[in-house]
């Protein structure tokens, strides 16, 4: 029984795809799932780096997509289909608009794939599949991920290493919040550091860990940095912007080999923040907070969303002055999208803004829905703005190399550097940047 496992790739400009000679950051998904059905044969292609074998002679074919490249994978099903194969789709998106999805698969599953994949491969071999699989898991365990399926791929120095799933946070935005509501599962200890050390044995000395909010249990994130911090690696991850507040856990985060911390600061009006319900943080100290940070030795990269209530053409324009200002060293930017499932979509749809239902446009670099103070195409005009101030080669300069530290860590400042002018590139061809 052989699956193959295809990680769709964005379409960019139409119908061009995203490619890249290197996928730096790769998702852990395909890596568990072949964990657990070791009776199969499972092979994986990221779309990203690989070429789909529309030829496969696999039994199943199992697609996962994230935000937009949702509609590539919904082509890739519908050129499966047309081949008689079976299709099964997974992963955020299907998981958000499974209805839509089943409309060019055999079956989906919704969410958590740890029960649910092995009960649909089962199912499958009985001649039973069912339309939809929806098995929420109450723990968060599973066996060791076959790391192995990506370590031959032409990735980066980092593997993924997952400590928790769901965010106690409740963003109206967001896909996270919509798919686990409030639910935060955390993986014992051991069983984190189990899967670092077999990424260490596998000869990585860096790994990208996994959670939407690290910092939200303290105590399991201090339990878990002590035990980090003895394996001797490098990480990096995402969390709230609140962590700067906390010194001991900042102090026990650097020493444990954190290098960088990506922050959701969304905007720098409150009133946008107040509007996305996330009034827990506070734009007035953000300044004091990404110091805090970034003297603790830890880099601090950005994600930011334009198109929400309180935000107006000076806003946006002005949020490039504050990442310049804070010598933010990734910053990167969306417009504030409404996807189909989360809590905004409704309320958009509720109040009669959504500008555009085509799904294909959802890709969060053009308007779909009427912002308040401004129109779509204004908007669209200046988020494409934003990036191109942000990418300018001076503020490049000045966000990586022309720092005082420079000296103390200059192959560091430099590689930040490469990576900005990579993505002003990807900004001049129209595609936004991610994670390299
Ligand atoms: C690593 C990562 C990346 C990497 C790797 C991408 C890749 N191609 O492999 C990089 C940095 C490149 C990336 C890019 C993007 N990402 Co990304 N990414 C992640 C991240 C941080 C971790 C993913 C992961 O491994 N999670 C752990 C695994 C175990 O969970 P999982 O993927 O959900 O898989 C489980 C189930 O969903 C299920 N499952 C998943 N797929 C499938 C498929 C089948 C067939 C089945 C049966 C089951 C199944 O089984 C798994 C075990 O339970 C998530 C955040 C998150 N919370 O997950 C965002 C996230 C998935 N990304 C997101 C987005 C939007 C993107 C981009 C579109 C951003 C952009 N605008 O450019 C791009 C798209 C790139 C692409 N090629 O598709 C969103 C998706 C939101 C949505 N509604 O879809 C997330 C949730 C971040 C967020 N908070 O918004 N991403």
Redesign the pocket.
């Known amino acids: 029984m052989k699956i193959y496992?295809?990680?769709?790739?964005?379409y960019y400009g139409g119908n061009k795809l995203?490619k890249k000679k290197r996928?730096?950051?790769?998702?852990?998904?395909?890596?568990?799932?072949a964990s657990?059905v070791p009776h199969c044969e499972f092979e994986v292609c990221?779309?990203?780096i690989d070429e789909v074998d529309f030829k496969t002679d696999a039994d199943i074919i199992?697609?996962?997509?994230?935000?937009?490249?949702?509609i590539?994978s919904i082509d890739i099903a519908k050129e499966f289909k047309k081949k008689g194969k079976t299709v099964?789709?997974?992963?955020?998106?299907?998981?958000?608009m499974p209805k839509e999805a089943k409309k060019y698969c055999d079956?989906?599953?919704i969410?958590?794939?740890?029960l649910?994949?092995p009960q649909?491969i089962k199912d499958y071999q009985s001649g039973n599949l069912k339309p939809f699989?929806n098995m929420p898991?109450k723990e968060l365990t599973?066996p060791l991920?076959k790391y192995e399926l990506l370590t031959k791929k032409k990735i980066g120095k980092f593997l993924?290493v997952?400590a928790g799933?769901?965010?106690p946070n409740s963003c109206s935005f967001?896909?996270?919040y919509?798919?686990y509501k409030n639910t935060y599962l955390k993986r014992d200890v051991k069983e984190v550091i189990r899967d670092i050390k077999r990424i260490k044995e596998l000869g990585y000395r860096k790994f990208?860990l996994?959670?939407?909010n690290i910092f939200s249990d303290i105590p399991y994130l201090m339990e878990l940095l002590e035990e980090i911090k003895k394996l001797k690696m490098k990480w990096i991850s995402?969390c709230s912007i609140s962590i700067a507040d906390n010194k001991e856990v900042l102090k026990a985060v650097y020493e444990s080999g954190c290098e960088g911390l990506s922050f959701?600061l969304e905007s720098i009006s409150q009133e946008s923040l107040n509007s996305m319900d996330k009034s827990w943080a506070n734009v007035k100290r953000y300044n004091e907070q990404i110091k805090k940070i970034t003297q603790a030795g830890i880099d601090v990269s950005t994600e930011m969303v334009v198109g929400s209530d309180g935000d107006t053409l000076l806003s946006i324009s002005k949020t490039a002055d504050f990442i310049v200002e804070n010598k933010i060293v990734i910053p990167?930017f969306?417009i504030l999208t409404p996807?189909p499932?989360?809590v905004f979509f409704e309320q958009m749809k509720e109040q009669n803004r959504i500008i555009n239902y085509e799904i294909y446009s959802y890709?969060?670099?053009s308007a779909v829905h009427k912002p308040l103070n401004m129109t779509g195409e204004e908007l669209t005009n200046a988020y494409w703005d934003l990036y191109k101030k942000v990418f300018t080669i001076n503020a490049i300069l000045k966000r990586t190399v022309l720092r005082k530290d420079f000296l103390k860590h200059p192959l560091k400042y430099i590689f930040y550097m490469y990576i900005n002018f990579f993505y002003r590139y990807q900004i001049n061809r129209g595609i936004?940047?991610?994670?390299?």
């Open positions: 496992f295809i990680q769709s790739t964005p995203v996928l730096y950051f790769v998702g852990l998904a395909p890596a568990i799932l657990l990221l779309e990203t199992a697609i996962s997509g994230m935000g937009h490249a949702i590539r099964v789709m997974g992963g955020y998106m299907a998981s958000l079956s989906v599953i969410g958590d794939g740890e649910s994949f649909m699989y898991i599973y991920p993924p997952q799933r769901g965010c967001c896909s996270v919509c798919l990208l996994l959670d939407d995402q959701g990167r969306y996807i499932g989360t890709n969060g670099t936004t940047p991610n994670i390299i």
